[in-house]
């Protein structure tokens, strides 16, 4: 009998309904109350409170309803020798895709700056320029990173993506560790979907921004804390910058005072690029289990050493 203890907050009974109709000889738990002292080896997690995981009795494998699991290594809560399966399903990368896209080219095409003078009632066309006469940079080719960059590139967009192997993607030119400088330099867009670690946490500050192209667009659909924040409004202020669209922050949510809000060259959106699909995202971990259990390889373990 196979058991998971679904312990997200959030719709644990769909989650549950939806395990069930994957897997239905599996027993499907969302209340604490019935683990019982039998091994419950499968925990599905958001952001656990502190002792959750501790509490299940013979929990083998920590599956992860987020990409993002730096909060759970940060934790400590997940014993060293415990895999860890990060979220990686088709729904996470089209709709982070979608919104790379959207704010690219609503930058790209002037939409936003038309909009913005509206009230004014001007007829001020800009010099509008095709994709090809710009330089997009994605930092991170993994599951979110690559399908961007590839958007981008068919679009047309001169399209550069740095991550640590130097990972190709179709269409664009791949930089690798050591070549970060190389691929920002000259850039007209910045988009940033690298995984939270210790090296790339304040690994775009004014510096980094200082090399792109002036005037260009900042996307940031990673973690907050990438961005050194007082770099980024210095950058914009000084029009370094002209636009940066923001899904993420330091602290979520973005607290009300944060002036952020009502910078007039930020865009704010409450963390919803990529939101995780709960169709999708319980077949995937289905399929895992189902790996697990006839002893292959899990797909999309997070690499400890690494961080991601
Ligand atoms: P992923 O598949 O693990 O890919 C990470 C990419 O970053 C890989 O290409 C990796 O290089 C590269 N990388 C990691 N560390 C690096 C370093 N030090 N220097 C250079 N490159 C480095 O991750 P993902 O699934 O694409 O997700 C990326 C992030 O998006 C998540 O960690 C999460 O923070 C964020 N996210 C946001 C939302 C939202 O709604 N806003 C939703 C989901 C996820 P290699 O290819 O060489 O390994």
């Not at 109709?21 to 019982?36: K, N, R, S, Y």
């Not at 502190?50 to 494998?61: C, F, H, Q, R």
């Amino acid at each position: 009998m196979i058991r998971i203890y679904i312990a997200s907050k959030g719709d644990r009974a769909g989650l549950q309904r939806l395990f069930q109709a994957e897997l239905p000889e599996a027993e499907v738990l969302i209340d604490a109350a019935e683990l019982g002292p039998e091994p419950c080896p499968y925990i599905v997690v958001g952001r656990p409170d502190p002792g959750t995981i501790a509490s299940v009795p013979g929990v083998e494998v920590v599956l992860s309803l987020n990409a993002g699991v730096e909060h759970l290594l940060a934790s400590g809560e997940v014993p060293e020798a415990m895999p860890i399966v990060r979220m990686v399903d088709d729904g996470l990368a089209e709709g982070m895709s979608e919104w790379v896209l959207a704010e690219v080219l609503a930058w790209h095409r002037n939409i936003l700056h038309y909009h913005r003078i509206q009230p004014e009632a001007r007829w001020a066309p800009e010099r509008e320029k095709l994709a090809r006469e710009r330089i997009v940079t994605v930092l991170g080719a993994g599951a979110l990173g690559g399908p961007a960059a590839e958007h981008l590139a068919r679009i047309g967009f001169r399209t550069r993506v740095w991550s640590r192997s130097g990972r190709a993607v179709p269409g664009a030119t791949a930089y690798g560790a050591g070549q970060l400088e190389e691929a920002v330099t000259g850039a007209d867009v910045l988009v940033n979907l690298l995984p939270l670690t210790a090296d790339t946490r304040d690994l775009i500050d004014g510096a980094l921004l200082g090399r792109m192209a002036r005037g260009g667009l900042f996307v940031n659909g990673a973690r907050g804390a990438h961005v050194v924040e007082a770099d980024l409004v210095a950058a914009l202020d000084a029009g370094q910058l002209s636009l940066a669209a923001l899904d993420v922050f330091r602290t979520e949510p973005l607290p009300a005072e944060d002036p952020l809000w009502r910078h007039p060259k930020v865009l704010v959106s409450p963390h919803v690029a990529a939101p995780t699909h709960p169709g999708p995202a319980v077949a995937e971990m289905a399929a895992n289990i189902r790996r697990h259990q006839n002893g292959e390889p899990m797909r999309n373990v997070v690499d400890r050493a690494a961080g991601y």
